[in-house]
């Protein structure tokens, strides 16, 4: 089973970029996406955006435009660019191996989450 180990959060000021990190202990490339979620004090995990297979990238409308995910897949790893950070971006963040439903046009993330890695934007 592949786990994954993310890292990177810490505390940063509004404006100010972080990247996270998301380090996969086997290949990838297995899972049709790997995706990035958050979940802030007292709300709901929410989707951050994906990265498929093929490479292709989505992401939330709250963080279009300020955040990019891409991989190494030679390191099994995938990143969370994060520019322009919010107050509102505060929360722990994740990511999960994806699979494909609804004949491809949709992804559900695996049962097991990692412990995640804290973000804090603040001044």
Excluded: H
């Excluded at 970029?17 to 996406?33: D, E, K, Q, V």
């Amino acid at each position: 089973q592949v786990q994954l180990v993310e890292s990177g959060g810490g505390l940063v000021q509004p404006g100010g970029s972080l990247r996270l990190s998301c380090a996969a202990s086997g290949s990838i490339f297995t899972f049709a996406a790997m995706g990035w979620y958050r979940q802030a004090p007292g709300k709901q995990r929410e989707l951050v955006g994906i990265i498929t297979r093929s490479g292709s990238t989505n992401y939330a409308d709250s963080v279009k435009g300020r955040f990019t995910i891409s991989r190494d897949i030679a390191k099994n790893t995938v990143y969370l660019q994060m520019n322009s950070l919010k107050p509102e971006d505060t929360a722990v963040y994740y990511c999960n191996k994806l699979q494909a439903t609804g004949g491809g046009s949709s992804y559900n993330p695996f049962p097991s989450w990692g412990q995640g890695t804290q973000v804090t934007v603040s001044s």
